[in-house]
């Protein structure tokens, strides 16, 4: 089995900075995309940054400059460093990683349970 626990949500005020972290555990052969992903109140759930195993890095454009995605593949962890925030980034945030179990041949995208932040003054 495999589970993705997130933290580091929260209430922030505009301009201010939160960082999420995303641990997979379990029996985890290999992990490639790490990605980060939000939902408003009302809206569909977006891609927000995305990690591949190759090192590279995507960003929506609505959060270019101010999100940084990274990770550390020996803790199988991903990280979303996010600056300058605006009342607009207020969702709850999912992390989704893409791996594959020990003894099978196939990828899977596993979600975390999500965490809420809140921009507001």
């Known amino acids: 089995q495999v589970q993705l626990v997130e933290s580091g949500g929260g209430l922030v005020q505009p301009g201010g900075s939160l960082r999420l972290s995303c641990a997979a555990s379990?029996?985890?052969?290999?992990?490639?995309?790490m990605d980060w992903y939000r939902q408003a109140p009302g809206k569909q759930r977006e891609l927000v940054a995305r990690s591949t195993r190759s090192g590279s890095t995507n960003y929506a454009d609505s959060v270019k400059g101010r999100f940084t995605i990274s990770r550390d593949n020996a803790k199988n962890t991903v990280y979303l460093q996010m600056n300058s925030l605006k009342p607009e980034d207020t969702a709850v945030y999912y992390c989704?990683?893409?791996?594959?179990?020990?003894?099978?041949?196939?990828?899977?995208?596993?979600w975390g349970q999500g965490t809420q932040v809140t921009v507001s003054s």
């Open positions: 379990g029996s985890i052969a290999s992990i490639t995309n």
């Open positions: 989704n990683v893409r791996l594959a179990v020990r003894g099978s041949i196939t990828w899977d995208n596993y």
